[in-house]
């Protein structure tokens, strides 16, 4: 097990989603008190108990383990946190707008404004929320306002970078740890807040609080923009009948391109990168440098048109027309290893094709109960199998593992016709089509 020294901080993590969930199960296992506190009084109930209200592989048994320690425990109240907490950790969501690209802000906003009356001795916040540049600096002033201990609270600015899927190994040995700092007080803080983790080797860059949020957003700017890029890239391909996936093959020998994230595909979607890269051209928008980060929009515009060429694929797929087509949607959540429906490429793909009059089944490993809960009007089943039968259409929206070694055979008895749009290619070809099937992928002829 884990002994961190016996000065360790105390730790609060406010807002207790997907990430700071995460964070706090996994620094009570790196040996931390730590106290998570949301306003959602479900969700702290349900944490409480020891169930996690989202999916996330290795979290629930950390989850366990850290509330038997006695060292992880929930609560509603402000109060608390202020009386337990050296260091507090800021995690509540920074959502898009309703109707605008910017940042909703209110939530970090609210939960600085509601930690701070209570923080009588000293203590350093720090915020781990994807947030606009320029933050930072005023919540060092909100903070500086409400705070009774005045000067001795200091604000500091930790971005996460942990990957759905892979939150817990993500958090625990992360490819690097950004601290942004506005004292040396801040820097010893956070390095204590750390220490376990600093120990097994992992980077640290210390930079000031306006970089270190930025890390953050340019970060998430490079991954939509090499994602777009190779989706751009399939645009051409389906155009001059060049295949996309050897096109990417083929750059990705290039260690200065690399293969990561140079996945041909549906597009990104999520809780973030669609709304942080959106957020970011807003905000450099406001600043006067809109210029610099104008091709975000290219982006993004690239992801959504990704979207539509799925739709259009399955329309000449089945002839022409999609009303009362019966189609089997093998998918929902917006990436594999995840019940995380935001923005979800998959989902749009599926409501798009059921406003134009199909009958769309959607399954998926974990996401199907979100699923149901914001889109009732779309058809569910229980398996893949289930929602394949008397299908006119296969589609493969999220390269869930189970959906890559399902048996085309066996999916073949079920369907009306084999048809199959694999949009993630995800499903080898070869097996398909041997199979009988007629294989179409996103960016690649018709046949591969
Ligand atoms: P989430 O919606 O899952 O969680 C946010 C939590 O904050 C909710 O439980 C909500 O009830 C709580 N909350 C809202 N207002 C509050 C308040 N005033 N006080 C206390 N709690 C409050 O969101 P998330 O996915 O965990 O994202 C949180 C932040 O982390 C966002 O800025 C996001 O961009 C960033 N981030 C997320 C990920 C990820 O993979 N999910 C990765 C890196 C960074």
């Known amino acids: 097990g884990h002994t961190p020294a016996p000065d360790a901080p105390r730790l609060t993590v406010i807002g207790t989603g997907y990430l700071g969930a995460t964070h706090a199960a996994c620094m009570a296992y790196l040996g931390y008190e730590v106290l998570g506190v949301d306003i959602d009084e479900r969700k702290i109930a349900m944490l409480s108990a020891g169930e996690l209200p989202f999916f996330e592989p290795g979290l629930p048994e950390l989850l366990t383990k850290a509330l038997a320690s006695g060292r992880l425990r929930f609560t509603t109240s402000f109060a608390e946190a202020g009386e337990f907490g050296d260091v507090h950790f800021v995690c ?24 701070a009356p209570h923080l009588r001795r000293r203590a350093l916040v720090v915020g781990k929320s994807t947030v606009p540049v320029g933050t930072a600096s005023r919540l060092t002033s909100l903070l ?39 004292s040396e007080w801040a820097r010893r803080r956070l390095r204590d807040a750390f220490a376990p983790v600093i120990a097994e ?42 295949d996309v996936r050897d096109l990417a093959d083929a750059l990705a ?55 539509v060429r799925a739709v259009d694929l399955v329309r ?50 974990a996401a199907l ?39 085309p055979e066996v999916v073949g008895g079920v369907v009306t016709h084999r048809r199959v749009l694999d949009t993630r290619h995800a499903l080898d070809p070869i097996r398909w089509q041997a199979a009988g099937w ?5 960016g690649r002829p018709a046949h591969v």
């Open 92 to 115: 509540v969501g920074t959502p898009q707008t309703a109707g605008s690209p910017a940042a909703d802000l209110t939530y970090v906003d609210a939960a600085v404004a509601a930690l």
């Open 144 to 182: 500086r306002e409400l705070a009774p201990a005045g000067d001795e609270v200091e604000l500091a600015w930790n971005p996460e970078f942990l990957r759905e899927g892979f939150a817990v190994d993500d958090t625990l040995t992360p490819d690097r740890l950004v601290f942004g700092v506005a």
């Open 201 to 242: 080797g992992v980077p640290v860059k210390e930079t000031d609080l306006a970089t270190a949020e930025l890390v953050k957003v340019a970060a998430n700017a490079f991954l939509a923009t090499k994602i777009s890029y190779i989706n751009a890239m399939a645009e051409i391909c389906e155009t001059t009948g060049a």
């Open 253 to 307: 020998y290039d260690a200065r391109i690399g293969g990561r994230f140079l996945q041909p595909g549906l597009g990104f979607g999520g809780g973030c990168l669609p709304k942080d890269i959106r957020a970011f051209a807003h905000r450099a928008e406001e600043l006067g440098v809109g210029r610099a980060v104008a091709f975000l929009h290219d982006m993004d515009e690239i992801n959504h048109r990704r979207r």
């Open 316 to 365: 000449e797929i089945v002839g022409g027309s999609l009303q009362g087509v019966r189609v089997a949607a093998f998918g929902a959540a917006f990436k594999p290893n995840s019940d995380d429906i935001r923005d979800a490429p998959a989902l749009a793909v599926s409501r798009t094709l059921h406003r134009a009059g199909a009958k769309v089944r959607i399954f998926d490993p």
């Open 369 to 407: 109960d979100n699923a149901r809960r914001a889109h009732p009007e779309l058809g569910y089943g229980e398996n893949a199998l289930d929602v394949a039968r008397d299908a006119d259409v296969v589609l493969l929206l999220t390269e869930w593992t189970e959906f890559r070694e399902i048996d």
């Open 438 to 442: 007629e294989y179409r992928a996103l």
